[in-house]
C-alpha cells in the first residue's frame, strides 16, 4: 500500500509540474502576444506621426511658394503705383521702389532717385529737399491705399510741411485718383479746401468745439 501511496504522489507531483508548466507557457505566450501588439500600435504611431510630418513639410513649402509669388505680385503692382504718384506729385523727377535683394523681398526695399533726363540712375533719395521726401512718403501710402481702396480716408494734415505749390500738387491727385472714396482732409491751407467738394469750419469758442 505504501508503494502505491508513493507512486500516487509522484504522479500527482508531475501533474502538478505539468500544468505549472503548461501556465509558464501560455503565461509566456500571453506576454509575447502583448508586447507584440503594444508594438504594433507603435509603430502605426510611428508611421502616422511621419506621414503627418512629411505632409506638413510639403504644405509649408507649397504655401511658402505661393506666398513668395503674391507677395512678388504686389511689390511690383506697388512699385508702379509708387512711380506714377510720384511723377504726379514731382514731375521733373522719376522715382523707383527696389528690394534690397532681389532674391528676398522680407529684407526690405528701398526707394532710388532717377532723373528724368539723367544718364545717372539709382542715385540717393538725399538729394530731395525736405517738401519732396514728404511727397515720396505721401506717393508710397497713397499707393498702398489705392492697392486696396477703402470707401473711407481720413489725412490729418498731410499738407502741413509742403509749401504752397506742392500743397496744390497733393490736392490735385487725391481729387484725381480718390474718386470713388470719401476723403476727409484736415487742412489749415487754401490749395487743400480749394479743391474740396464740401467746406466744414472748425472752431473752439468758449473752450468748446463748434462746426
Known amino acids: 500500500m505504501q508503494g502505491i501511496g508513493n507512486q ?15 501556465c509558464t507557457v501560455a503565461f509566456l505566450k500571453s506576454s509575447i502576444s502583448r508586447e507584440r501588439k503594444e508594438y504594433l500600435d507603435l509603430r502605426l504611431k510611428f508611421e502616422n506621426v511621419t ?15 505661393v506666398i513668395r509669388l503674391r507677395l512678388s505680385n504686389t511689390f511690383q503692382n506697388v512699385r508702379t503705383r509708387v ?24 529684407l526690405g526695399v528701398k526707394f532710388v532717385l532717377v532723373e528724368t533726363n539723367a544718364s545717372v540712375s539709382n542715385s540717393s533719395i538725399s538729394e530731395l529737399s525736405g517738401g519732396q521726401k514728404g511727397l515720396l512718403s505721401l506717393s508710397f501710402v497713397f499707393s498702398l491705399c489705392s492697392l486696396k481702396p477703402s470707401p473711407l480716408y481720413l489725412l490729418d494734415e498731410v499738407d502741413a510741411a509742403l509749401d504752397e505749390g506742392n500743397q496744390e500738387m497733393v490736392a490735385k491727385v487725391i481729387a484725381k485718383f480718390f474718386q470713388h472714396s ?30
Open 182 to 211: 470719401q476723403v476727409f482732409c484736415v487742412s489749415h491751407h487754401t490749395a487743400m479746401q480749394l479743391h474740396s467738394d464740401l467746406l466744414i469750419n472748425v472752431q473752439i469758442k468758449n473752450g468748446k468745439t463748434v462746426i
Open 8 to 22: 500516487h504522489t509522484r504522479l500527482k507531483m508531475k501533474l502538478v509540474y505539468n500544468n505549472d508548466k503548461k
Open 83 to 106: 512711380r506714377t504718384y510720384f511723377n504726379d506729385l514731382v514731375p521733373n523727377k522719376q522715382c523707383d521702389l527696389i528690394q534690397i535683394d532681389s532674391n528676398d523681398l522680407s
Open 51 to 65: 506621414s503627418a510630418i512629411k505632409q506638413l513639410s510639403n504644405g509649408i513649402i507649397s504655401i511658402s511658394s
